[in-house]
């Protein structure tokens, strides 16, 4: 029986840089902030905190600049890939907070984007989750005037098809259903009668937004997972992209599995089997994809591969 880690797994180049930058602060300053968990997977999460990564909200701005003005010292916040809004900026900026800005430059990107449309009169609709740090940032930028929508359904119900639109996606979507939604809309936001006097051509613009390290992954795991008599994804249970990849391991494989830690590992799961195959998130560290497949092969007394 083998045991094989998926080449194409792990982080993406974005949280790679992230996590970097903020191991670089952590070498010269003992303690080191960030704005939320820096990546949505508990277990780095806890290897960064033991190194001095403390994770912090923006209502705490005020406690850590004070505890700073005492201590003579200017506090060091990390934004983490995610990115934040705008008044996030401006609300450090005031407080004397230095800021590592560790966006992701997709992100970036995006919320540009975002912001060029929507000083145009655009309505701005996002495929996305309301609540997701990536959305929170990109509803900044555009004074959380925008349509947040996860579905076919919600873009048809909440869109006035009357004005000029502009779809995006937050960049860890699902392509398939951004597709959808896209061509729903297409059919719906069209030339319109909205006055007696003249017809007016109401623009839409669908911007494929989705990170092209996250979708560019599915083929291969969907591939990869095919090959394998079992599949164990490991991944955080908050994060939106471990949650895409795992589905669509788990339609190529129905006998995939989802784990958050290598104890999750249930026996039954390997009775019979020959060929087990480890994947994760965008977010998942390689040493954690290696910890499993050091536990499975020395649990199960399995050959190496």
Known sequence: MNVTIDANSGFCWGVVRTVQIAEQYLEKYDSVYVLGHIIHNPKEIERLQNKGLQTIHVEDFERISADAA????MPRVLIRAHGEPPHTYRKAFELGIELIDATCPVVTKLQERVRKF??????????????????????????????????????????????????????????????????????????????????????FHA??????QVSGREDKL???????????????????????????????????YFIEDVQE??????????????????????????????YVEERYALEVA
Request: aromatic share 6%; hydrophobic share 40%; proline share 2%.
């Open 265 to 294: 590992v249930q026996d039954e799961w390997l009775d019979g089997v020959k060929t087990v195959g480890i994947s994760g998130a965008t977010s998942t560290p390689q040493w954690l994809m290696e910890k499993l497949k050091k």
């Open 118 to 203: 929507y000083d145009q009169g655009y309505q701005v609709v996002v495929f996305g989750k309301k609540d997701h740090a990536e959305v929170i940032g990109v509803r900044g930028v555009c004074n959380d005037e925008c349509i947040v929508v996860k579905s076919v359904e919600e873009g048809l119900s909440n869109v006035n098809v009357e004005r000029k639109t502009v779809l995006f996606s937050q960049t860890t979507m699902d392509r398939p259903t951004f597709y959808a939604l896209r061509d729903a809309l297409q059919g719906r936001v069209k030339e319109l009668i909205v006055d007696t006097m003249q017809n007016i051509a109401v623009e």
């Open 222 to 256: 969907a591939a990869f997972a095919a090959t394998q008599d079992i599949m164990l994804f490991i991944a955080g249970h908050e994060s939106s992209n471990g949650k895409v990849l795992y589905n669509v391991a788990k339609a190529s494989n129905p006998r995939t």
């Open 207 to 212: 911007k494929d937004t989705i990170c092209g």
């Open 70 to 73: 005492t201590s003579g010292s």
